[in-house]
């Protein structure tokens, strides 16, 4: 079992950037493929960002892509978000979410992700 808490979400104008963090729990961290995923009010949640164990592959959701970099620092158990040229569009509650199957590329469907933390809320104002 892995627990997450995000941290660094907050209320911003467009076009600013955000950087949203992710601690996890446990010394094995380094074998998980994490990811972000949101939910905006009304709607389903969306995958936004994967990394995989090894942090060497990454992929994003189309809205994102160019704008939003995950990375990882297995030293301090932490994934990132770094989200650049916010969009009101992006406002949402942001989950990071394990995979704690080992040694995984990561992927999009969140039912392949076991663990998930409690979210942090995104506010962008236009």
């Known amino acids: 079992q892995v627990q997450l808490v995000e941290s660094g979400g907050r209320l911003v104008q467009a076009g600013d950037s955000l950087r949203l963090s992710c601690a996890a729990s446990?010394?094995?961290?380094?074998?998980?493929?994490m990811g972000w995923f949101r939910q905006a009010p009304g709607k389903e949640r969306e995958f936004v960002a994967t990394?995989?164990?090894?942090?060497?592959?990454?992929i994003y959701a189309d809205s994102v892509k160019g704008r939003f970099t995950i990375s990882r620092d297995n030293a301090k158990n932490t994934v990132y978000l770094q989200m650049n040229s916010l969009k009101p569009e992006d406002t949402a509650v942001y989950y990071c979410?394990?995979?704690?199957?080992?040694?995984?590329?990561?992927?999009?469907?969140?039912?392949?992700?076991?663990?998930w933390g409690q979210g942090t809320q995104v506010t962008v104002s236009s």
């Open positions: 979410a394990a995979d704690t199957r080992p040694f995984r590329r990561g992927t999009i469907s969140d039912d392949e992700y076991e663990n």
């Open positions: 446990g010394r094995t961290f380094s074998r998980f493929a």
């Open positions: 990394i995989s164990w090894s942090g060497g592959s990454t």
